[in-house]
């Protein structure tokens, strides 16, 4: 059974904001998916290489939700033997809330109107909190279960990869959360290996497949499994089921560690022998050393990237106020140091943009005069970021003349924000 809330009409109808002109190529759960327009290849321009990497974006409308649901008293109440999660980390989780995001329940997907108007609760959130609890082992027993699963699937039979999406990544993270909660921690750390360990999670949630319920971690009355096809969930529960510790092992090798060894032709050749345990260790020590050489340079060029495309792909759909600048800028600098400078040159890309075709507004003045504020404000003692700050205020301050703020409504945000006078 399943509780139905009846809630405003403004909000059933919230998938209405979404522009029918946006490019959006349909939905995943309740995800709108958007592949970059023709227009956006040519506003990327030089980061053609970077379209071939990313080609679309998730935007999940939600609605968020302060207080921690009713639905869910279960979960903040019972006993708990191995004490995770703990009363902090609980408290955490409550007082975050949770969202609402608009997709229909599997059964009412081809009634016209529910499939439209029916939300359900998400608790993305919570399960940040709780992943971000997990001991090393932990988190690597559930990054393991989601590449065999994923991985297994696409490269299965027909029949199976025709129906990948039915065990999805949600079951997968279920899986563990329950683990986590039932398993003592020497379970994870002493008694078993991490493959012996992944072996008993595949066995547990072919068990739940077979019987086609699991149930959810946070709402003990709900089935993630509930109108899902039986008899596919037979096949593959009882191939999770035949599973075995040597048969598993072996698959992260050839598919897996193998994979990573690809990054040298030398550490691919140890793989040719590991018919000891000393060897394979051996070729599974060179890959951990190649890929620690090589993930510094390659972590900080794909951040570099990543924050281009995102900077571009905001700005472009979305444009610019007071309260978006202050957001991208403040956030941008916790993630990376040189984040805002990629922001900067993009807003004055946009402003100036948005001038040969209308006009510079007040909001658009705005926007730089925030950006001469904020400027004002960093603490660095990086001389390049210094330089390029100070540059930023010569330009807006004293080239366009620009230093506060004109609309009432901004003022009040800048206040609201700490962004002050400097």
Partial sequence: MYQAVLCDRRLRETHDFINPGHPLIGMHGPAFV???????????????????????????????????PSQTAEWLTRQRKYGWPDSATIDRVTSNGCD??????????????????????????????????????????????????????????????DRADTLKNYHIKTLMLWACELRPRSWWTEDKNL??????????IGDWLINAHCEHYFISNCNLLDGSDNSYNQLI???LRSVTSKFLARWYIDTYVRKCAELGVNVSRLFDDISTKALLQSAVTAVSDIRRQTMS????????????????????????????????LTELAQLYR????????????????????????DELLDVLATIYRLAGQVSTTDEDLKCF????RRFIGDVLGIRSVRCAKNVRCERRLGVHEQ
Avoid at 51 to 68: E, H, K, N, Q, T
Avoid at 352 to 357: D, E, F, P, Q
């Fill in 195 to 204: 493959v012996e360990i992944c072996v008993e999670l595949l066995h547990r």
């Fill in 389 to 392: 700050y100070e540059s930023v």
């Fill in 338 to 361: 040189f984040a805002p400078i990629y922001f900067v040159s993009v807003a004055f890309l946009h402003v100036a943009i948005k001038t040969t075709k209308d006009s510079l507004t």
């Fill in 34 to 68: 958007q592949t970059l327009s023709d227009h956006l290849h040519d506003v990327v321009g030089t980061l053609k290489c970077l379209i071939g990497m990313v080609r679309s974006i998730d935007f999940v409308p939600s609605i968020r939700c302060l207080s921690w």
């Fill in 100 to 161: 609402v995001v608009g997709v229909a329940h599997r059964q009412c997907r081809q009634h016209e109107w529910m499939n439209k108007h029916q939300w359900r609760l998400s608790f993305s959130r919570a399960e940040i909190v709780l992943i971000n609890s997990w001991i090393p082992e932990q988190q690597i027993v559930y990054h393991m279960l989601r590449v065999f699963v994923k991985s297994w699937l696409s490269s299965s039979s027909d029949e199976f990869a």
């Fill in 237 to 239: 529960g009882h191939y």
């Fill in 297 to 328: 340079i390659h972590n900080s060029s794909y951040i570099n990237v990543e924050l281009e495309y995102i900077s571009l792909m905001r700005v472009s759909l979305f444009s610019l106020s007071v309260l978006s600048t202050c957001r991208w």
